[in-house]
């Protein structure tokens, strides 16, 4: 999953979660709860169109925390690995220091695979490790 998935915007995932807590309930057409149910299926549709309304345009390319690890790549080069971007993260982006240590490794992890995916970095594996690199206009690695 792309870290874009994870929330159209603030909020978002407390309103589903609230959304999933009401549909546990064995709902029925004739139920109490189905005006509660339609009512936050319409607030999530009107909050996730503003939201994306007022989202700049999108790319294919990485925002966020991404895109600062991708610039980060960019201006020191050289080979990414999981921990160093753990290292970067913890250092210098300040939306994840909520985050518990287990949780970055693993975002940190799948960022490095995001990147590699859209064709930003290269991956390279030795025996017990693998680390990325910066992939050139060339196609060479620097």
């Not at 994306?52 to 201006?75: K, M, Y």
């Not at 970067?88 to 994840?96: A, G, K, L």
């Not at 518990?100 to 590699?116: E, F, G, H, Y």
Request: proline fraction near 4%; glycine fraction near 6%.
């Amino acid at each position: 999953m792309s870290t874009r998935e994870i929330e159209a915007y603030d909020g978002e995932l407390a309103m589903l979660r609230g959304l999933v807590r009401t549909l546990r309930v064995v709902v029925r057409p004739d139920a109490a709860d189905m005006g509660e149910v339609r009512r936050l299926l319409h607030q999530h549709a009107a909050d996730e169109a503003a939201a994306r309304a007022e989202a700049p345009a999108s790319s294919d390319g990485p925002t966020g925390r991404v895109a600062q690890l991708l610039d980060a790549i960019r201006t020191a080069r050289g080979r990414w690995t999981t921990a160093t971007v753990y290292r970067f993260y913890r250092d210098h982006v300040r939306s994840v220091d909520h985050v518990p240590n287990t949780q970055l490794r693993a975002i940190a992890r799948a960022d490095l695979r995001d990147l590699a995916a859209w064709g930003h970095l290269i991956r390279h594996e030795e025996p017990g490790r693998q680390y990325f690199v910066l992939k050139t206009r060339k196609g060479s690695t620097r």
